[in-house]
Nanobody, 124 residues
Framework: QVRLVESGGGSVQAGGSLRLSCAAS?????MGWFRQAPGKEREGVTT???????TYADSVKGRFTISKDNAGFTLYLQLNSLKPEDTAMYYC?????????????????????WGQGTQVTVSS
C-alpha cells in the first residue's frame, strides 16, 4: 500500500505558475501525475521512474517539470506558462507492480495508487 498526499494547487491566471507537491508513504519505482477535468477522462501528464528518467505528455512538454527529492518520498510538479486548458484535478500516482525497466508498461493514469488530488484552475 502506498499513501499519497498532494498539495499546492490553486487558481492562477493564464501564463502563471504553480508548484504541486506529493508526499508518499514509501518509495516506489514508478511515480507520476495524471489529471482529470470535469466530464473528461483521465489524462497522463508526466512520470518519473526510480532511475530518474522522465516522460511528459506532448501537451505539457516544455512547460511542466517533474522532480523528486533524493529519498524519493516527495514528488514535485512545476507548472509554468499555464493555460486555461490545464484546468483540472491533478493526482499524484504510484505503482508497485513493476521493476524500473517496466514502468512504461502502464500509463500513469492507470497506476494503482493515487491521492485525493489537488485542484488547478487557470483563468484566461
Amino acid at each position: 500500500q502506498v499513501r499519497l498526499v498532494e498539495s499546492g494547487g490553486g487558481s492562477v491566471q493564464a501564463g502563471g505558475s504553480l508548484r504541486l507537491s506529493c508526499a508518499a508513504s514509501r518509495y516506489t519505482n514508478c511515480m507520476g501525475w495524471f489529471r482529470q477535468a470535469p466530464g473528461k477522462e483521465r489524462e497522463g501528464v508526466t512520470t518519473i521512474y526510480a532511475d530518474g528518467s522522465t516522460t511528459y505528455a506532448d501537451s505539457v512538454k516544455g512547460r511542466f517539470t517533474i522532480s523528486k527529492d533524493n529519498a524519493g518520498f516527495t514528488l514535485y510538479l512545476q507548472l509554468n506558462s499555464l493555460k486555461p486548458e490545464d484546468t483540472a484535478m491533478y493526482y499524484c500516482a504510484a505503482d508497485t507492480r513493476y521493476a524500473v525497466a517496466d514502468c512504461s508498461k502502464s500509463d500513469v493514469s492507470e497506476y494503482i495508487f493515487w491521492g485525493q488530488g489537488t485542484q488547478v484552475t487557470v483563468s484566461s
